[in-house]
């Protein structure tokens, strides 16, 4: 592997220049992104090549612009700055820093243990749970590596014992919040 020269910098706003052919239409995200930046801070960095130009942040440079109110003059600490790449490598690099993570699963165990306690509420997104996912079995008497699911239309863990998921009557089931409401400990009363 070829070694490249980085360094972490302090830059304005005003100087970090996206790339002009970005593919990625990240605008719905950035509310999302400086949510997260002002509830935890500015800690995944921006990396930019040795002419300015963001190989990967775009999103995190809109949520900062945002937050400043739009003034370019504010100062980003912690900026990676990569130097020797060539144009192909920073342009794959973009697409890759964006697409592998579309490649990984949600271990719904797992991930019903990370979120049980944290609050999205304002968020812009789901987790397309649904309501028996947070019955799963807890007690490890279920497979070995839990419930996973790997895509929006549940290709990956449709277990509707054979009845095309209809359930046991026509009753009509009200559509589940997007983010659930409830917490462990929570008590109902009915």
């Known amino acids: 592997m070829k070694k490249r020269k980085k360094e972490y910098i302090d830059i304005s706003l005003g100087e970090l220049i996206p790339y002009e052919n970005n593919p990625r239409e990240n605008d719905v995200a950035v509310p999302d992104v400086e949510m997260s930046i002002e509830e935890i801070g500015y800690i995944n960095p921006i990396i930019i090549d040795e002419n300015n130009v963001i190989i990967c942040g775009h999103t995190r440079?809109?949520?900062?612009?945002?937050?400043?109110?739009?003034?370019?003059?504010?100062?980003?600490?912690?900026?990676?700055?990569?130097?020797?790449?060539?144009?192909?490598?920073?342009?794959?690099?973009?697409?890759?820093?964006?697409?592998?993570?579309?490649?990984?699963?949600?271990?719904?165990?797992?991930l019903i243990e990370e979120i049980k306690e944290l609050d999205f509420d304002g968020y812009n997104f789901s987790f397309d749970l649904e309501e028996e996912d947070f019955?799963?079995?807890?007690?490890?008497?279920?497979?070995?590596?839990?419930?996973?699911?790997?895509?929006?239309?549940?290709?990956?863990?449709?277990?509707?014992?054979?009845?095309?998921?209809?359930?046991?009557?026509?009753?009509?089931?009200?559509?589940?919040?997007?983010?659930?409401r409830v917490k462990l400990g929570d008590i109902w009363q009915l």
């Open 61 to 110: 440079r809109k949520a900062l612009l945002e937050q400043a109110g739009g003034d370019e003059s504010v100062i980003v600490d912690g900026v990676i700055k990569v130097y020797g790449l060539t144009e192909k490598e920073k342009n794959k690099y973009r697409v890759l820093d964006n697409k592998t993570g579309e490649e990984a699963f949600w271990n719904k165990r797992k």
């Open 135 to 180: 019955n799963l079995d807890f007690s490890g008497n279920d497979d070995e590596d839990g419930d996973t699911y790997a895509d929006d239309n549940g290709d990956e863990d449709e277990e509707d014992g054979g009845n095309g998921g209809e359930g046991f009557g026509n009753e009509e089931i009200p559509e589940l919040p997007k983010i659930p």
